[in-house]
C-alpha cells in the first residue's frame, strides 16, 4: 500500500517540471530579457493541464473502488 502511494505522489508531482510551451509562445518569450515572465507561463500551463488528469484519475479510482465492492 505504501508503495502505491509514493508511486500517485511522485507521479501527481512530476509534472511540475516539464517545459510546456507552444512554438509561438517560447519565440515571444524567449526574445524578452528576462525569464521571469517565460517562467510564469510554464507555471501556468502546467497547472491547467493538471487538473483534468488528476479529475481522470479520481474517477477512474472511484469506479475501480466500486467495482471491487461489488465483486466481493
Known amino acids: 500500500m505504501k508503495t502505491r502511494l ?11 517540471y516539464g517545459q510546456a510551451q507552444c512554438a509561438m ?7 524578452e530579457e528576462g525569464q521571469s515572465t517565460a517562467e510564469g507561463i510554464n507555471d501556468g500551463i502546467v497547472y491547467l493541464m493538471a487538473f483534468p488528469y488528476i479529475l481522470v484519475a479520481g474517477m477512474i479510482y472511484f469506479v475501480y473502488r466500486k467495482y471491487n465492492t461489488l465483486k466481493k
Open 6 to 16: 509514493v508511486l500517485i505522489v511522485f507521479t501527481l508531482f512530476s509534472f511540475f
Open 25 to 31: 509562445c517560447r519565440a515571444v518569450l524567449e526574445s
